[in-house]
């Protein structure tokens, strides 16, 4: 049974850094995209970035609010993925998840909730002075 754990979440001061982890336990992988989405107070769970599978080269897909800030990567050796989260403000507060995605191979991820289908239970993370 495949399952996904995130740690790493903290209180952080605006402006600082902080990296999130995703640890799988299943088997391949590396045959899985990975995706992290964040759900803030009162609001709506968004995606934040993915990373695809060894088959398409691990791409790496961002949405706007974390373009040149934050960075995903992956070890597939440690069957963990990454999310460094960067130069952060009040407003990334939230309940950072990770999940693996459906498809792999050549599929460009828009980084949707309906392209993944097992999530973790979600690691904190709170920026305030």
């Known amino acids: 049974q495949v399952q996904l754990a995130e740690f790493g979440g903290g209180l952080v001061q605006p402006g600082g850094s902080l990296r999130v982890s995703c640890v799988f336990s299943?088997?391949?992988?590396?045959?899985?995209?990975i995706g992290w989405f964040r759900q803030a107070p009162g609001k709506e769970r968004e995606g934040v970035a993915v990373?695809?599978?060894?088959?398409?080269?691990?791409?790496?897909y961002y949405a706007d609010s974390a373009k040149d800030r934050f960075i995903v990567s992956r070890d597939n050796g440690k069957k963990t993925a990454y999310l460094q989260l960067n130069r952060l403000t009040p407003e990334d507060t939230a309940v950072y998840y990770c999940?693996?995605?459906?498809?792999?191979?050549?599929?460009?991820?828009?980084?949707?909730?309906?392209?993944?289908?097992?999530w973790g239970q979600g690691t904190q993370v709170t920026v305030s002075s």
């Open positions: 990373i695809g599978d060894s088959i398409d080269g691990e791409k790496k």
């Open positions: 299943g088997v391949q992988f590396q045959n899985f995209a």
């Open positions: 999940a693996r995605g459906i498809y792999s191979g050549n599929y460009h991820y828009r980084i949707a909730e309906d392209e993944f289908n097992v």
